[in-house]
């Protein structure tokens, strides 16, 4: 029983590197998102800086329209001037004159303010654009990176599985059996040390009796409180 409890260690130890390597397979699909979601945010920043000039750009063909109109305005209250007959009238289409001039003035500093604008958000797209590039580069050679990781993953874990079905083969069939049903639900941990008369999978304290034949690693002994397979270390033969 001492080689098939030697098997069996090892087996565990072969089943926790499948397992890490499981793991950190499935952790790449999240990683790829994650890039993914990286570049949508970058090319995000440039969506809404184009939003922004193109959103300027209409106020201000809006206001230049405003200033056409204006500017028709004032010409045409100018040119009534000459049809009027008194002085009250007179004053009166000069101070509208001046209302309108006015209103031209106020568009006129809303158009440079929107030029300003517009300037800005130009600046921004171009900014936007180095980091939307910058960050297809960075996101094209970690996905690059992740592949590979992927692969040499599925290598290994090639390698894994041929090595485990050769501990599993050689394994008494209800041993492999009473191991595999315990080893989801015990976390790996299956077989387990027994150190200083406790299990070290529960940490419980096992019968001195229990104990005395667990360090002769003569049979299949399970922890009275977890149910794993104990065995003690410094009476395991060297591996096979």
Do not use: W
């Amino acid at each position: 029983m001492n080689e098939q409890l030697n098997l069996l260690i090892q087996l565990q130890e072969i089943d926790g590197r499948i397992r890490a390597r499981q793991e950190e397979k499935k952790r790449i699909p999240l990683q790829i998102a994650d890039l993914d979601a990286r570049g949508l945010a970058t090319r995000a920043e440039l969506d809404k800086a184009r939003e922004a000039i193109e959103e300027a750009q209409k106020a201000k063909r809006d206001r230049d329209r405003d200033l056409e109109d204006g500017g028709v305005k004032v010409e045409k209250l100018k040119a009534r001037t000459s049809e009027i007959k008194n002085n009250k009238e007179y004053q009166a289409m000069l101070k509208e004159i001046e209302t309108a001039e006015k209103e031209n003035k106020t568009i006129e500093e809303e158009i440079l303010k929107l030029m300003e604008r517009i300037d800005a958000a130009a600046a921004e797209i171009k900014n936007a654009e180095g980091r939307v590039a910058e960050a297809g580069r960075e996101i094209e050679e970690d996905r690059k990176k992740l592949d590979e990781a992927l692969a040499g993953l599925d290598s290994q874990l090639s390698g894994e599985l041929a090595t485990r079905k050769d501990f599993a083969a050689r394994l008494d069939k209800r041993l492999l059996a009473q191991y595999e049903r315990l080893y989801d639900s015990k976390n790996g941990r299956v077989i387990v040390e027994a150190r200083n008369e406790a299990c070290s999978g529960c940490f419980m304290s096992i019968p001195p009796q229990v104990f005395v034949n667990v360090k002769k690693n003569e049979s299949l002994i399970d922890c009275p409180h977890c149910h794993r397979i104990l065995y003690y270390k410094e009476a395991i033969a060297p591996r096979v």
